[in-house]
């Protein structure tokens, strides 16, 4: 049984910084892509960053180029978000996701149940 459990989120002022984990298992973690996008209130999903089954191609939105950083430690079975330079606009619930294939598309095989990022002004 494939799960993502995601933990590391939390409250932080702008400015600061967090970082996502997402505990992977019941598959072949090295051989999949792992993704994460948020959700914000009142918003659709979206693609935030996204990383191939080696750590050699990294993919990012726009609006995290340069503050976000994908990473994995496939010795672990975990993928990692740092989150720098945050923003209230960053407040969302994160989601960790992970497919055979990396795209910045929404269709990805398994999904965890998220993390809550809440960035205070």
């Known amino acids: 049984q494939v799960q993502l459990v995601e933990s590391g989120g939390g409250l932080v002022q702008a400015g600061g910084s967090l970082r996502l984990s997402c505990a992977a298992s019941?598959?072949?973690?090295?051989?999949?892509?792992m993704g994460w996008f948020r959700q914000a209130p009142g918003k659709e999903r979206e693609f935030v960053a996204g990383?191939?089954?080696?750590?050699?191609?990294?993919y990012y939105a726009d609006s995290v180029k340069g503050r976000f950083t994908i990473s994995r430690d496939n010795t672990k079975n975990t993928v990692y978000l740092q989150m720098n330079s945050l923003k209230p606009e960053d407040t969302a619930l994160y989601y960790c996701?992970?497919?055979?294939?990396?795209?910045?598309?929404?269709?990805?095989?398994?999904w965890g149940k998220g993390t809550l990022v809440t960035v205070s002004s």
């Open positions: 990383i191939s089954w080696r750590g050699a191609r990294t």
């Open positions: 996701a992970s497919d055979p294939v990396l795209t910045i598309r929404m269709g990805w095989s398994y």
């Open positions: 019941g598959f072949t973690f090295s051989t999949y892509a």
